[in-house]
């Protein structure tokens, strides 16, 4: 099993330019999110899905567009990149069922906004 | 929403002492509570966690504990090693969202010789 991985691991933007992060798991994990990683504020949750065709905001969506249109992929749209959006992306997967709540992270995406 | 407080922000230990890091948070419908691990350049990855129905668990040399009541929860290193140094972050959800943890602002450890 490859577990959760994400493309690209680098990225410069422009401001303005969009891109999609990718990500995608192969442990049929229900449960998908994204989170950013800045310096000194922890991870903080952009967008998270309980299931196919299920995502919802976290705590900073702003900027940020997501859909899940199969179990394994889930893919974080920038509409417009701000420098603002300069940060670490990490993916995370978690089985859905009651007794493991373990979120796995893939290996990040490093961006940079210009 | 959830709040997650960590401290401290940078720990410093002798190779062999205890290191203690704490956590408070503020949603008392949280009742999961997960500790990572995540060397320099590596992705977050899951050391010890914790239910609210028990209040100490261990492994091997590390413990993590929660009082409920108070709303806090605390990581607990024995016989530091170098390899223990790291940022560690906790965090805390609802078990019946566990794909929206919210996280405290980390803990960086170093274990000097």
């Known amino acids: 099993n490859a577990g959760v991985t994400q493309t690209p691991k680098f990225q410069v933007l422009k401001t303005g330019q969009s891109m999609t992060l990718q990500c995608a798991q192969d442990m049929n994990h229900e449960y998908m999110s994204w989170y950013r990683q800045d310096p000194g504020m922890g991870l903080r949750l952009i967008h998270y899905?309980?299931?196919?065709?299920?995502?919802d905001q976290g705590e900073v969506p702003n900027g940020y567009n997501v859909s899940r249109s199969t179990t394994e992929d889930f893919p974080l749209r920038l509409l417009s990149a701000a420098p603002s959006q300069t940060s670490v992306y990490f993916c995370?997967?978690?089985?859905?069922?009651?007794?493991?709540?373990?979120?796995?992270f893939g290996p990040g995406t490093r961006l940079t906004v210009t | 929403g959830e709040n997650v407080e960590q401290h401290p922000s940078t720990l410093s230990v002798q190779e062999g002492d205890s290191a203690v890091i704490k956590c408070t948070y503020s949603?008392?419908?949280?009742?999961?509570f997960p500790w990572y691990k995540q060397e320099l350049g590596k992705r977050p990855q899951l050391i010890i966690d914790?239910?609210?129905?028990?209040g100490e668990k261990k492994d091997q040399r590390i413990a993590v504990t929660l009082n409920k009541t108070a709303k806090h929860f605390s990581l607990h290193i024995t016989e530091t090693q170098p390899e223990d140094s790291a940022v560690y972050f906790c965090?805390?959800?609802?078990?019946?969202?566990?794909?929206?943890?919210?996280f405290g602002t980390g803990t960086r450890l170093q274990v000097t010789l």
């Open positions: 914790i239910r609210s129905n028990v």
């Open positions: 995370a997967s978690s089985y859905s069922g009651a007794g493991s709540y373990e979120q796995y």
């Open positions: 965090a805390a959800t609802p078990t019946g969202t566990a794909s929206k943890l919210t």
């Open positions: 899905s309980v299931g196919a065709g299920i995502t």
């Open positions: 949603d008392s419908a949280s009742n999961y």
